[in-house]
């Protein structure tokens, strides 16, 4: 067993010219050595987002909302969530989703998803296509059309 505290998180930082703003994750998973499914804390500050409109291919997601109040919007239609909510996203929806602060403090979510050999990870609002495996864990981009194409987060 693992015990992960706080100082052993390993904690990813976006700055405020990012296309989803300024957050932080601290991931759990990572300090703790899994393998199976990623799972980390995601401290999004207000008009902030967790992601580009996406779906998987091959894997699930779930945000439990910690504190604050978030919204989830998927294909265009949003949905508050408070303190205690959960939301989830079934491996191969084809529902362009993301989570966005529309508050107005800073709120807290715990992100959890499974981790498949391979993946694809459609962007429909920017017609990419990021392909994930093993011998590309940070993915390929492509156009829809497959063709290769820039990465939306650059």
Do not use: K
């Not at 265009?76 to 508050?103: K, S, Y």
């Not at 993915?139 to 063709?147: K, S, V």
């Amino acid at each position: 067993m693992t015990i992960v505290t706080p100082d052993r998180m390993i904690v990813d930082e976006s700055r405020a010219d990012d296309p989803c703003g300024p957050s932080r994750a601290f991931w759990i998973s990572e300090a703790g050595g899994l393998t199976q499914f990623g799972a980390f804390v995601h401290e999004l500050p207000p008009g902030s987002r967790t992601a580009l409109a996406h779906w998987h291919s091959a894997e699930d997601e779930m945000v439990y909302v910690l504190s604050g109040e978030l919204t989830v919007v998927e294909n265009g239609t949003a949905t508050p969530l408070g303190a205690g909510a959960a939301a989830t996203f079934r491996a191969g929806d084809p529902i362009a989703h993301f989570v966005e602060n529309r508050g107005q403090d800073t709120a807290r979510c715990l992100v959890v998803g499974t981790r498949a050999p391979a993946d694809a990870i459609t962007y429909p609002d920017h017609g990419r296509m990021c392909m994930r495996d093993s011998a590309s864990p940070q993915g390929r981009w492509t156009d829809l059309a497959g063709r290769p194409a820039r990465n939306p987060y650059l």
